[in-house]
């Protein structure tokens, strides 16, 4: 049996996908001890990966090598397995290749069954996904969220983002979002009810920012310059919780905050946080995730793009503002 997939072949320059990465076919290897092979039916596409297809040594994991399976956080149903708990049917989430077939370690991949009885299985690769995960951890336990607090999230209409808002309202904060568009911030403040958003595509950030006034949490997916904007515009002893390198990603620049001398007047701190960090706490993190979704206050509007040979353009989208919530590949079954 053959698997199509994309394969890396270069290095990506700025968000030319379609000149590194390759659709090409192979025959499924026999699995290993440990291995489970799963039918993809979806592909989560999240910015961070972004930075695996990179040559920089110094990231948080060592680059992807040219000449592989793009990997991505794939849902699917398991249809071989030479692994302990996992059998044919289960439902799962695991980081997989981004093709047809996904052939995994796992341990080493972090499969993880899934209750299929949840209605929408998207809801895994969002609110109950590890967006899900780094929005709670990063709004209540990195930024140390307090409700009648003043929290601001940027790429709010991204899958992270969308739901660090509604999570920081759910907490009793006072949810701000900054977003591109006309379009992303009417979803964020009049279909999600959010206190206010702020369009960085209309021009001056900074009178927008300060009719909000002072912040006290700073969920940053983003840095670049917009990082120097909300340093300014902290209330003292606030939070910087950096999820996010956004602005870094494709231009190959690295943040440096012109403003970094505000960190010491305004006593901010400021952490880095990463979900393997917390991927212990995942079933607790989900349960509550869980609650609220099923409860309607927690939801996630859904970008769908369907065909594997179509991914790229869904890529791209995380780079070029083109979505709101969270962009999926749907494959055919």
Same mark, same amino acid.
């Given at each position: 049996m053959a698997n199509r997939f994309w394969r890396i072949a270069r290095r990506p320059e700025g968000n030319d996908f379609a000149a590194a990465l390759e659709l090409v076919e192979a025959p499924l290897a026999p699995l290993a001890e440990g291995e489970v092979r799963i039918r993809n039916s979806h592909l989560s596409m999240d910015a961070g990966t972004r930075l695996w297809l990179t040559s920089r040594e110094d990231g948080y994991q060592p680059p992807l090598p040219l000449g592989i399976a793009m990997t991505g956080l794939v849902l699917g149903e398991v249809t071989e397995s030479r692994a302990e708990g996992f059998a044919p049917g289960d439902l799962v989430r695991a980081f997989g290749q981004w093709g047809d077939w996904s052939t995994v370690d796992a341990v080493m991949s972090g499969a993880l069954k899934l209750d299929p009885s949840v209605s929408d299985r998207r809801a895994w690769f969002g609110p109950l996904g590890m967006n899900g995960w780094t929005a709670l951890w990063g709004v209540e336990r990195t930024g140390a969220a307090k409700p009648g607090e003043k929290v601001l999230v940027s790429a709010a209409a991204g899958a992270t983002g969308i739901l660090a808002v509604q999570i920081a309202r759910l907490l009793g904060c006072e949810a701000w979002g900054i977003a591109g568009g006309a379009a992303k911030c009417a979803y964020l403040a009049d279909e999600l009810g959010i206190a206010g958003a702020v369009d960085y595509k209309a021009g001056d950030v900074g009178a927008q920012l300060d009719?909000?006034?002072?912040?006290?949490?700073?969920?940053?997916?983003?840095?670049? #310059?917009?990082?120097?904007?909300?340093?300014?515009?902290?209330?003292?002893?606030?939070?910087?919780?950096?999820?996010?390198?956004?602005?870094?990603?494709?231009?190959?620049?690295?943040?440096? #905050?012109?403003?970094?001398?505000?960190?010491?007047?305004?006593?901010?701190?400021?952490?880095?946080?990463?979900?393997?960090?917390?991927?212990?706490?995942? #079933?607790?993190?989900?349960?509550?995730?869980?609650?609220?979704?099923?409860?309607?206050?927690?939801?996630? #509007?859904?970008?769908?793009?369907?065909?594997?040979?179509?991914?790229?353009?869904?890529?791209?989208?995380?780079?070029?503002?083109?979505?709101?919530?969270?962009?999926?590949?749907?494959?055919?079954?």
């Open positions: 009719k909000a006034g002072g912040f006290d949490v700073y969920f940053d997916n983003v840095g670049g #310059p917009l990082l120097d904007a909300v340093l300014t515009r902290m209330n003292h002893y606030g939070r910087i919780a950096v999820c996010g390198l956004l602005a870094d990603y494709s231009s190959g620049n690295r943040t440096a #905050p012109k403003e970094f001398d505000q960190v010491l007047m305004r006593r901010l701190r400021v952490e880095g946080f990463f979900s393997p960090d917390f991927m212990h706490e995942g #079933p607790v993190l989900t349960e509550r995730l869980r609650a609220w979704h099923e409860a309607g206050d927690l939801v996630m #509007p859904y970008d769908v793009t369907r065909g594997l040979e179509n991914t790229l353009a869904a890529y791209a989208k995380l780079f070029t503002g083109g979505n709101i919530g969270k962009v999926i590949v749907e494959l055919g079954t």
